[in-house]
């Protein structure tokens, strides 16, 4: 261990123990929230970082108390070396997850388990097979729909992430609710948030305290159960009595949950965030390339961390395209 100390610690006393690692830019889906739709400008190969950069940066913040790694993209399981990149992390003591779409889950069920992974998360924004094609672009619905079913079957832990919009699928949320009454999973109602590219707009956002109203509409007091938040959990969660599954909001926009961030994300190219709202981003990849130590420049991103939203701590700033459009758009940060 070297002589850096606490430089998982910001000025704010948060501890950053959550890594998340985005493997790839390249993506399976097109979803119009997530992408622009003239597309993105790829990094090139030679910019992103190889499996042993990723278990080499990934090291370094294990040996510095990161217990947690999720893994993102784009789509992770569209990188032709996962299952090395699974194999090598599994080796550090973490708990290894990821995000998928889950388009093509059902070929890696075997090299995640085998790699101890044992949750993951999945999106789907629409239980309808029209509206899934309208916001992906893509005719996918039918294998996403059916791998949640088998992730289940074989025994993983699994959410599903849906970003609500209004007019779009705010109208499912009871449906999805409905989706956790005989499946063990746990639905994950996202509001949308403002990336560079993706026409974020208030008023397309549902909010929380909406989403709690269909609720409230549909289901009666004694019937809906508020439960126990985890440490450091993103989410607001709740359960219909009586359900196998669960439901929660994650209320970024709205209610954020940054006096409890534990979070850094490390873009596919090596760029730490430490903040999915700041558009700023420290070189790992090129630091670790020129033989240098990467935990000084570790240091000092966390300890540039704003304690509210990458300093957006009002709704008013947080609708000033200015301040969000030098953000990568979510494609390339990895959610
Ligand atoms: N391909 C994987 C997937 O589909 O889950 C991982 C990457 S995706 C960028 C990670 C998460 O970010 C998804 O759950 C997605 O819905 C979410 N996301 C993308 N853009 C978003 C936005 N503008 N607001 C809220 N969530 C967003």
């Not at 003591?93 to 101890?116: M, Y």
């Not at 059916?146 to 919009?165: E, Y």
């Not at 809906?224 to 909001?249: V, W």
Request: glycine share 6%; hydrophobic share 35%.
């Amino acid at each position: 261990m070297s002589d850096y100390k606490n430089i998982l610690q910001d000025t704010h006393g948060r501890d950053h123990a959550y890594l998340r690692i985005s493997l790839t830019e390249r993506c399976n889906l097109r979803c119009t929230y997530c992408m622009p739709s003239d597309g993105v400008q790829l990094s090139p190969k030679s910019h992103l970082m190889t499996y042993e950069e990723i278990y080499e940066i990934a090291k370094t913040f294990v040996d510095h108390g990161v217990t947690k790694i999720r893994l993102t993209g784009g789509e992770p399981l569209v990188r032709k070396d996962i299952p090395v990149i699974l194999e090598k992390l599994a080796t550090l003591p973490v708990e290894l997850s990821i995000t998928s779409n889950a388009v093509i889950i059902d070929r890696f069920i075997d090299v995640l388990k085998a790699n101890g992974v044992n949750k993951i998360n999945v999106s789907l924004d629409s239980l309808d097979e029209g509206k899934f094609k309208h916001i992906t672009r893509r005719h996918e619905f039918k294998k996403v729909y059916d791998n949640i079913l088998l992730l289940v079957k074989a025994g993983f832990t699994v959410k599903v992430n849906a970003v609500l919009m209004k007019g779009f699928n705010d109208n499912e949320i009871i449906d999805f609710i409905n989706f956790t009454k005989d499946l063990p999973v746990s639905v994950r109602f996202i509001e949308f948030m403002p990336f560079d590219g993706n026409k974020w707009d208030m008023n397309k956002m549902v909010s929380y305290a909406e989403v709690m109203t269909y609720v409230n509409e549909t289901f009666s007091a004694d019937k809906i159960e508020r439960l126990q938040d985890a440490p450091n959990d993103t989410s607001k969660n709740y359960k219909i009595k009586g359900y196998k599954g669960s439901f929660a909001i994650i209320s970024s926009v709205t209610n954020p949950f940054c006096d409890s961030c534990n979070r850094l994300r490390l873009t596919a190219n090596g760029q730490l965030k430490n903040c999915l709202f700041s558009s700023g981003e420290s070189d790992l990849l090129s630091t670790l390339r020129a033989g240098k130590s990467i935990e000084p420049v570790i240091q000092k991103a966390v300890r540039s961390k704003f304690k509210v939203r990458g300093g957006m701590d009002t709704l008013k700033k947080l609708q000033e395209p200015k301040l969000h459009n030098n953000n990568r758009s979510m494609i390339t940060i990895g959610g």
